[in-house]
């Protein structure tokens, strides 16, 4: 099976300007997770899909948004970027059904915010 | 709360030797699962291990298994006979089911560094 897919690898944006980023999860795997990583705060959560439908939402302002499309790929937008928006970005993937799911990770977008 | 402590920032061993990762975590979920992941300099984050709550036996896999004490709330990643290319940042995670499902619970890291 393929893995996780995340694209682009690498983004240099300025300020104020706004931000996709695409996730294809494992063949079959219906769950996707976006995490933030920055050495400063770790590893936040983002938020989930599943089945194309929000599940469950961390604690970061509205500027961060997701969508899953049918496919079960999904997207990650960023508007109005900030500097402190500069992180690695990682989308994980899972069933997202049974007891406790194990997530399979991408290999992360890097965004840069200048 | 929903947290996961590692109490070791970095850790230090020689190749060949075996190595324990701390992790200790918060939880009053009756059911939930464990996970180690490797991350390396490139940034990805690489699946080592999962033990469940419910589990009887410790989980191994390869060169890795979990010290798991559920008393205790600790879940301890041993790394045996350690190679060069152990050398990585390693977390520990806390998933559950219920209405967090999806989501782990990630620990701040343990730079490991495995000289020759």
């Known amino acids: 099976k393929a893995g996780v897919t995340q694209t682009p690898r690498y983004l240099i944006k300025t300020r104020g300007q706004q931000v996709t980023l695409s996730c294809s999860p494992i063949?079959?795997?219906?769950?996707v997770s976006w995490y933030q990583q920055t050495p400063g705060q770790g590893l936040q959560f983002l938020f989930e899909?599943?089945?194309?439908?929000?599940?469950n939402k961390g604690n970061f302002p509205g500027r961060f948004s997701g969508r899953q499309f049918s496919n079960s790929r999904s997207e990650m937008n960023v508007s109005t970027l900030e500097l402190g928006d500069s992180a690695l970005y990682l989308c994980?993937?899972?069933?997202?059904?049974?007891?406790?799911?194990?997530?399979?990770f991408g290999p992360g977008t890097r965004l840069t915010v200048l | 709360a929903q947290k996961i402590t590692q109490t070791q920032p970095g850790m230090f061993v020689q190749e060949k030797e075996a190595v324990t990762l701390d992790c200790t975590y918060d939880?009053?979920?009756?059911?939930?699962?464990l996970f180690w992941y490797k991350q390396p300099s490139s940034g990805e984050m690489i699946f080592l291990i999962y033990?469940?709550?419910?589990?009887?036996q410790n989980a191994t896999e390869g060169r890795y298994s979990l010290n798991f004490q559920k008393a205790r709330k600790s879940a301890n990643l041993v790394i045996s006979a350690s190679q060069l290319g152990d050398s990585a940042m390693y977390f520990c995670?806390?998933?559950?089911?219920?209405?967090?499902?999806?989501?782990?619970?990630f620990g701040r890291g343990t730079q490991l560094t495995v000289w020759p």
């Open positions: 994980a993937s899972s069933p997202g059904t049974g007891l406790v799911n194990e997530q399979f």
């Open positions: 063949s079959g795997h219906r769950s």
């Open positions: 899909y599943f089945s194309e439908t929000q599940r």
């Open positions: 939880t009053s979920d009756p059911s939930y699962g």
């Open positions: 033990q469940g709550s419910y589990d009887q």
């Open positions: 995670a806390r998933g559950a089911r219920g209405s967090t499902l999806g989501r782990l619970y």
